[in-house]
């Protein structure tokens, strides 16, 4: 994993993830791994089966995965970014709320004066010396 350059040198491992998750479809979807995707219950168990080398590699987001590494996992570590898929993040709200145009008018004024990109800057710093695996 650690000389992986591509996502086709990603296919021979074996990866974990917890079932349902946007980990598990990217995995599945986008690196379509030779092994099967093993599934777990929860994302710790998944943490769990990385460090004890049941499977080889799992997918987090940044800030998941920095906070693995310095707070739960002493042996694991960061290995790279993978390109985006179009597989992101979203909220959830009650079917027809009435919230929902007005959290979306706040996202995209926060997005339109630069808000919104100062908070990641400040509070998701992308770590200097990670390297970015290609497509």
Do not use: C
């Given at each position: 994993?650690?000389?992986?350059e591509t996502?086709?040198?990603?296919?021979g491992?074996t990866?974990?993830?917890?079932?349902?998750?946007?980990?598990?479809?990217?995995?599945?979807?986008?690196?379509?791994p030779?092994?099967?995707?093993?599934?777990?219950?929860?994302?710790?168990?998944?943490?769990?089966?990385?460090?004890?080398?049941?499977?080889?590699?799992?997918?987090?987001?940044?800030?998941t995965?920095?906070?693995?590494?310095?707070?739960?996992?002493?042996?694991?570590?960061l290995?790279?970014l993978?390109?985006?898929?179009?597989h992101?993040?979203?909220?959830v709200?009650?079917?027809?709320?009435?919230?929902?145009?007005?959290?979306?008018?706040?996202?995209q004024?926060l997005?339109?004066?630069?808000?919104?990109?100062g908070?990641i800057?400040?509070?998701?710093?992308?770590?200097?010396?990670?390297?970015?695996?290609?497509?």
């Amino acid at each position: 994993v650690f000389a992986a350059e591509t996502l086709a040198d990603l296919k021979g491992f074996t990866f974990g993830a917890q079932t349902g998750t946007n980990n598990a479809t990217y995995i599945d979807e986008v690196i379509q791994p030779d092994q099967p995707l093993v599934a777990f219950d929860t994302n710790l168990a998944t943490m769990q089966a990385l460090s004890d080398g049941t499977i080889d590699a799992i997918l987090e987001p940044l800030q998941t995965g920095l906070e693995m590494e310095t707070f739960q996992f002493d042996n694991l570590t960061l290995v790279a970014l993978l390109p985006d898929s179009g597989h992101d993040m979203g909220m959830v709200f009650e079917k027809d709320s009435a919230l929902v145009p007005f959290v979306n008018q706040a996202l995209q004024s926060l997005k339109d004066d630069g808000t919104l990109d100062g908070l990641i800057t400040e509070w998701l710093p992308m770590p200097e010396d990670l390297r970015e695996i290609g497509s």
